[in-house]
């Protein structure tokens, strides 16, 4: 399991996080990554300063924005796997920006709040998890860990999974650690209701 350090906090004189790179006020954005944040309103709040952030780079912002849609809304992961990764990923590397999003979706994909706060606990094992479920979080210390998921587990995660959902599975822990890598090393902040000023409601 990993255990990596939390990030270092920049502070300003006044005690405020500095972000490395702030985010980009949404007039500045080009408007397909405007369109991009619409087309995406139902994943819930806070991707505002995800989305400022990546206007910095226009043509990777859409690239990597697309992949997601599509982890997100084409795959075939059942979502319930999907979120369980996601919140394993995001707690082993110690991201509460991706956590915090995506403990919402975890209830709506089924899971109970014990269930939530077990997929952060140091020991998988100090909770009941359907077999399953305990491959997939195993599989996300293998893989956020940088380590080679043994063939005892492959093997389980085969007998239940199709090839294009193992594929999925691997690819969703790995852009899942790329954000948090990336939000923790810039101090990219929460989104406040400033935030989304001349974006309409709250996205």
């Given at each position: 399991?990993?255990?990596?350090?939390?990030?270092?906090?920049?502070?300003?004189?006044?005690?405020?996080?500095?972000?490395?790179?702030?985010?980009?006020?949404?007039?500045?954005?080009?408007?397909?990554?405007?369109?991009?944040?619409?087309?995406?309103?139902?994943?819930?709040?806070?991707?505002?300063?995800?989305?400022?952030?990546?206007?910095?780079?226009?043509?990777?912002?859409?690239?990597?924005?697309?992949?997601?849609?599509?982890?997100?809304?084409?795959?075939?992961?059942?979502?319930?796997?999907?979120?369980?990764?996601?919140?394993?990923?995001?707690?082993?590397?110690?991201?509460?920006?991706?956590?915090?999003?995506?403990?919402?979706?975890?209830?709506?994909?089924?899971?109970?709040?014990?269930?939530?706060g077990a997929t952060a606990?140091?020991?998988?094992?100090?909770?009941?998890?359907?077999?399953?479920?305990?491959?997939?979080?195993?599989?996300?210390?293998?893989?956020?860990?940088?380590?080679?998921?043994?063939?005892?587990?492959?093997?389980?995660?085969?007998?239940?999974?199709?090839?294009?959902?193992?594929?999925?599975?691997?690819?969703?822990?790995?852009?899942?650690a790329m954000v948090c890598?990336?939000?923790?090393?810039?101090?990219?902040?929460?989104?406040?209701?400033?935030?989304?000023?001349?974006?309409?409601a709250p996205v």
């Amino acid at each position: 399991m990993v255990t990596p350090e939390m990030p270092a906090l920049r502070g300003s004189a006044e005690g405020m996080v500095v972000p490395r790179i702030a985010p980009l006020p949404a007039e500045q954005w080009p408007p397909v990554l405007r369109d991009l944040l619409g087309a995406s309103s139902q994943d819930g709040p806070g991707r505002v300063n995800l989305f400022g952030t990546l206007a910095h780079h226009p043509p990777l912002a859409e690239a990597w924005l697309r992949l997601a849609q599509v982890l997100t809304h084409q795959g075939t992961l059942a979502m319930r796997d999907r979120e369980l990764a996601i919140l394993r990923t995001s707690h082993l590397l110690r991201c509460d920006f991706v956590r915090a999003r995506h403990e919402g979706h975890a209830l709506l994909a089924g899971l109970d709040g014990a269930e939530v706060g077990a997929t952060a606990s140091p020991d998988l094992y100090t909770h009941a998890w359907r077999p399953a479920d305990l491959a997939v979080l195993r599989t996300a210390d293998h893989v956020a860990g940088q380590s080679e998921v043994p063939e005892s587990l492959w093997r389980q995660l085969a007998d239940r999974l199709r090839a294009e959902q193992l594929v999925e599975l691997l690819l969703v822990i790995g852009q899942c650690a790329m954000v948090c890598t990336t939000l923790n090393t810039l101090g990219t902040p929460p989104d406040t209701p400033e935030t989304c000023v001349g974006l309409g409601a709250p996205v």
